[in-house]
C-alpha cells in the first residue's frame, strides 16, 4: 500500500478520492469537486490517499498550524475492509506529521478531530463501510488517545450555505497525557482560524465562539 499525497483535481486518485468522499459522507461534509482546485496547493494542508494496486482505498487530510502549535485531522476514509487502511493512514500521517514539524522548527501539542456522535446522529449509512460506523470510529479514536472538550459543538456546512452541522463532538488528541483540559482561547482561535475560509457562517456557530471567548478552559472527557 501506498501513502501519496494528492495536489491537483487534475490527479486521477483525487477524482477516486472525492468519489469515495461522496459514497462514505453525507453531502453537508463534502466540499464541491472544483473547489479542492486551490486547497489542494496549501502548503499547509495534506491531503493523502491510501492507494492498493492503483485503486485509492482510504483517504486523509490533516493540516498543521505552527502559530498555535496544533494540527487538525480534517478526515480519514476508510473504504475498504479487510487491508489495515485505517491503521496504515494513522501510522503514516502521524509519521509525516511529526517530520513536517520538526522540518518547520515547530512544536506540536495536539491534534483536533471532528467526531459524529452516533448516540444524536443515527441517520448516516456511512456508505455501508463497517469501520465508518461512528460507533466504531469513536472507540478507535479514542484507543488513539483523543478526548472530547465539553462544550456544545456546532460547526458550518461545507455546503458554503451557511447551514449548521449538528451532531458532532470536537475531539483533541494530546501528546501530553496529563492534561485534562486546553485553554478555552486556544479552542476558540483554532476555530475562527480554521473556518475562516467559509464566508457564511451560522449564528448558532458564532454565538458557540462567543461562549468559548468567556471561558478560561476547556475540560477534556472521554469519548
Known sequence: MEFIRIRSIDDDYFRQMHELMGRI?????V?????????????????MVA??????????????YPDMGVAMTDFTIIGQEGLGVGR???????????EWVTSSGGKLSGMFAEIYNPYLVEEHAFGGIKPMDPFVRREVLSHLGYRRLDFPYVH??????????????????????????????????????YYAIQDKKPEEWY???RRLEQLDRVPLLPI
Open 156 to 193: 458550518p456546512s461545507w455546503e458554503l450555505n451557511g447551514e449548521a452541522v449538528t451532531g458532532l463532538d470536537l475531539c483533541f488528541l494530546t501528546y501530553d497525557e496529563s492534561l485534562n483540559e486546553l485553554p478555552a482561547a486556544l479552542v476558540a482561535r483554532f476555530l475562527q482560524t
Open 207 to 209: 454565538e458557540m465562539v
Open 51 to 64: 492507494v492498493h494496486e492503483d485503486q485509492v482505498v482510504g483517504a486523509t487530510e490533516y493540516r498543521y
Open 88 to 98: 496504515f493512514l494513522a501510522q503514516e500521517r502521524q509519521k509525516d506529521l511529526f
Open 25 to 29: 459522507f453525507p453531502a453537508e461534509e
Open 31 to 47: 466540499l464541491a469537486f472544483d473547489l479542492w482546485a486551490e486547497p489542494l496547493l496549501d502548503e499547509g494542508l495534506r491531503v
